[in-house]
């Protein structure tokens, strides 16, 4: 029933098969008879090359003994007296299996299977000597060896439902000759037609019927549950050929590369220790592992499938892009990702799927993303995650190439991918606001060096004013040497969402709205000063960005710097104390002073009294 | 859990590879309507040249050792044929055997007892005669015939010898007294089982082969019994090889091989007595009777 056992000879005349590769099982059986005995059943090896599948089999288990205790007896000479006997004995040593698979669809195969029959009848002779009369207790032994062949197609009209049409001994090869004694107990061979729908309407639950034109017919169900490492199977198959009918429940687990499956079969009918000989005789039988003379049985199937060929996993239907690459955000794509992967598992397990990429220029070694596990023949949505070096540079936008893998228990990668892939110049920035941190962040020993050398210059003046002012005093001081002064520079038409670094801002002496909160932004920070974007979003789309820095001082301090409440803001740092925030408009560059005053005016017409904060349109946003 | 799995399956591998071992036969039940082969083979003669197995076999079926009772009667009704021509036998037999005088043959075997002197008793009212009650024993070379007593027959061949009358589907009386005088006068009737008519033929076995068919008229009882002799060339008398007890049911084939041991160069003739008898145990005053009864049909022919 379990579809990753090969013991199938029986159950599966077309040789039909799933091993991808080589599996080998081993097969042990308890007779509940008595007493009860267990022995090895079969041995089984199946591969697959390319199309074909190959499965050969040995069955020392596969036998059926019948002993016939006659109602005749010599009189020994003691006068006890001495039984005759009959048996016979049925086996079937080998079977083999061979199918083709044609194309998707459709496949075909046969079964071949050797049976070896003997009987041995003890018949009475006599002795006559010169001085003695006896007699004498002879065997007379005969054999028939027989080859029989079963074969047929099956039919996928998809993947979840088969159809299976198959005929046996219709053509059977014997070898041997029997007496007319010995021709009623031979096996029999009733020609067969078997058809068979192996139906699974949900991915882990299973239903297969099977009838057969000799008037047997099979149902079977089974259920499947997966979990992270391994799945279990339990099942139910009943049968009947309308004399007999029982039951058989199954219990198996497969873990890696190794199946076991613990069944039993139980008959309806009574267990009979003997047996009526006329029966045999009238009827014999066709089958020696299920027949009327049959005990119930408990069945031990161990599978173990290697692989010498890698078994792609998991494969790849589509890769998107989602997001060129803007070099600058290093770590943005660590948690947006800039493509996403539909992934399928071809397999009939749970896979576990490790996603990777390397962008060409960028990465320097493959960059894993976050494992997502996919459920047997499903498919998943995979994003691929990636992060740029901060030595990275380049001042103009380059079409790259993108190479993405998924991984699995193998060693080498199941699939993978390549597409092409923008990669922005280093200035290049998507227009929001958040991420304009990364340029503040870029030049940061630049800016320290730079806020320092300034601020050394001004050392009498920190040194002799009021600690309480440290911040704000700093802060007009790199405001008046920086910003005063330069030029108010628009971006280049052709591209509106670039950004200059700080030091590029200097060199240059001008830039516009968000190079000069940019620049101001990382001088300030540099030395400690907190500092956030306050984003304005016009209707007409157009944007506008200046800043707001922590003056550190608390609301009971705001007179040092003004008696106008209305000029500064009162926020709430990290650890609950409230401070004092100023607004600059740092494309006010005359004085600080005025782009104090500037940013006053902004911020308090658009942020706080047409509601800007509230409906969204105004956003701070803080730089760490 | 990848270990766990692992002993896990070792563990009902290990449960199953050592739990008992190959499944035995599965037992049959002979039950099949007919039996066409004997049900039991015995060798009476173990020597064919030993004389104690011809003098009591003259196609009556009676064979050695008498039973060892206080009273062995024998009543046997035959039919001897050959080729077309029959001819019946009668004869009733009674031995009182002295269980004080044990009869032991030279190999040491005890073959019975002497036979003692009575009032002779009455078979159908007719008094019996005694006659010495002699055996012979010994290979040719050295046969030796002893006395053991007496015994009381009544016998018929055809229309000679004495009045005895058996009858088949009738009875037969017995009467005995111990003492001339007094009332204790033993008497009993026994039933004649029915005649038995047989047959013999070559017929063929499963692998084509010549056998011998032995048919007759099947009846009520279990089982009959066919004896099988040969008569040796240049002796009047036949030897008793073998008894074969067969399921009445009208057929038996005696194997190939039995048949084919019988040397022909030494058995010119062979003999098929078909016995269908009744055995009975009784007690009557003191003494034990055992009672054989029996009609036979022995069949005479060439070698085939």
Not at chain 2, 61 to 83: C, E, R
């Amino acid at each position: 029933m379990n579809k990753d056992f090969i013991f199938s000879t029986e159950s599966n005349p077309t040789n039909f098969s799933s091993v991808k590769d080589l599996a080998i099982d081993v097969l042990f059986g308890t007779e509940f008879a008595s007493p009860a005995a267990s022995n090895l059943y079969a041995l089984g090896i199946t591969k697959t090359f390319g199309g074909s599948n190959i499965f050969l089999r040995y069955s020392p288990g596969f036998f059926k003994e019948f002993s016939l205790l006659k109602n005749q007896s010599i009189v020994g000479e003691d006068s006890s007296d001495i039984s005759l006997k009959t048996d016979l004995k049925y086996y079937e040593y080998f079977s083999a299996g061979y199918s083709y698979k044609l194309n998707e669809k459709l496949s075909g195969g046969f079964t071949l299977k050797y049976f070896n029959e003997e009987f041995s009848q003890d018949a009475v002779g006599a002795v006559f000597s010169d001085t003695s009369i006896s007699f004498i207790r002879e065997t007379e032994t005969e054999t028939m060896k027989l080859w029989n062949i079963q074969f047929g197609a099956d039919y996928l009209f998809t993947p979840s439902l088969r159809l299976s049409l198959s005929a046996s001994n219709f053509i059977n090869m014997k070898n041997g000759s029997l007496s007319e004694t010995n021709k009623p107990y031979e096996l029999r061979t009733p020609k067969n037609v078997r058809f068979a729908l192996y139906y699974q309407p949900f991915q882990t639950v299973e239903a297969n019927v099977l009838y057969e034109t000799a008037n047997a017919l099979q149902v079977s169900i089974g259920k499947t549950f997966i979990f992270d490492k391994m799945s279990a199977n339990i099942g139910c198959n009943y049968f009947s050929d309308f004399l007999l009918s029982g039951i058989q429940p199954s219990l198996s687990f497969q873990y890696g590369n190794i199946c076991a499956a613990v069944s039993g079969v139980v008959y309806f009918s009574d267990i009979q220790k003997t047996a009526s000989f006329a029966d045999l005789t009238a009827n014999g039988i066709s089958n020696l592992m299920h027949n009327k003379f049959s005990s119930n049985k408990a069945l031990l199937n161990v599978s173990y499938r290697l692989n010498t060929e890698t078994e792609r996993l998991v494969q790849f239907v589509d890769v998107t892009i989602s997001n060129s690459i803007f070099p600058t955000f290093t770590e943005h794509f660590a948690n947006e990702p800039f493509a996403v992967a539909r992934v399928v598992n071809l397999s009939d397990k749970p896979v576990s799927v490790k996603p990777s990429s390397k962008i060409d220029k960028i990465n320097s070694e493959l960059i894993y993303s976050p494992n997502v596990l996919v459920q047997p023949k499903d498919s998943a949505t995979i994003p691929f995650y990636t992060v740029v070096s901060e030595d990275y540079f380049s001042p103009k936008h380059e079409i790259s190439f993108v190479n993405f893998y998924v991984t699995t228990e193998n060693r080498d990668a199941d699939d993978e991918m390549q597409k092409p892939l923008l990669i922005n110049s280093s200035n290049a920035w998507d227009g929001e606001v958040s991420n304009l941190r990364y340029f503040v962040k870029r030049d940061f020993n630049f800016s320290s060096a730079m806020a320092k050398r300034l601020l050394a210059s001004h050392k009498s003046e920190l040194d002799t004013t009021n600690s309480a002012l440290s911040n704000f005093l700093q802060a007009k001081i790199l405001f008046t040497e920086i910003i005063t002064g330069m030029l108010y520079i628009a971006d280049p038409l052709a591209s509106n969402d670039r950004v200059q670094f700080p030091h590029e801002t200097i060199d240059v002496k001008g830039g516009d709205c968000d190079d000069l909160s940019v620049c101001l932004a990382s001088l300030y920070e540099s030395i400690g000063i907190e500092t956030a974007f306050v984003d304005y979003r016009g209707n007409d789309f157009s944007r506008h960005v200046h800043l707001l820095f922590n003056t550190n001082l608390s609301p009971a301090e705001a007179g040092l710097i003004t008696q106008n409440d209305k000029k500064y803001y009162i926020r709430k740092n990290s650890l609950g104390e409230e401070k004092i925030w100023i607004p600059l408009e740092t494309t006010e560059r005359s004085n600080f002073a005025n782009a104090w005053e500037k940013g006053v005016e902004k911020f308090s017409s658009e942020a706080l009294d047409q509601l800007g904060l509230i409906k969204g349109t105004v956003q701070i946003i803080e730089i760490y | 859990m990848k270990k766990y799995f692992q002993h896990i399956i070792l563990l009902l591998f290990t449960a199953f590879f050592f739990g008992c071992g190959k499944p035995g036969p599965t037992e049959l039940i002979d039950d099949r309507p007919s039996e066409e082969t004997p049900l039991q083979y015995e060798v009476l003669a173990k020597n064919p040249d030993d004389a104690l197995y011809k003098n009591g076999y003259d196609s009556t079926g009676l064979v050695t050792p008498p039973p060892p009772t206080d009273v062995f009667l024998f009543i046997s009704k035959n039919i001897v044929s050959q080729q077309s021509l029959s001819i019946t036998y009668d004869v009733a037999q009674v031995f009182f055997f002295d269980k004080g005088k044990p009869f032991h043959l030279p190999d040491g075997k005890r073959y019975g007892f002497h036979g003692k002197k009575v009032i002779p008793p009455r078979i159908n009212s007719i008094l019996t005669r005694e006659v010495d009650y002699v055996i012979d024993y010994g290979m040719p070379a050295s046969v030796k015939d002893t006395v053991l007593g007496s015994k009381y027959v009544l016998s018929r061949i055809g229309v000679l010898g004495d009045s005895l009358s058996l009858l088949y589907n009738s009875s037969v009386k017995f009467e005995y007294r111990e003492k001339m005088m007094g009332p204790n006068k033993i008497e009993f009737d026994i039933a004649m089982p029915e005649q038995i008519i047989g047959n013999v033929s070559v017929s063929q076995n499963g692998k084509g082969e010549k056998v011998l068919l032995l048919t007759w008229n099947k009846a009520s009882k279990d089982s009959v019994e066919i004896i099988v002799g040969g008569k040796l060339k240049n002796e009047k008398t036949a030897t008793a090889f073998f008894k074969f007890h067969v399921k009445d049911n009208g057929q038996v084939i005696i194997p190939r091989g039995v048949m084919a041991a019988i040397p022909r160069d030494r058995f010119d003739r062979l003999v098929f007595s078909f016995v269908r008898k009744a055995v009975s145990r009784q007690m009557k005053s003191s003494l034990e009777f055992f009672t054989i009864i029996q009609n036979t049909h022995s069949i005479i022919i060439d070698y085939p």
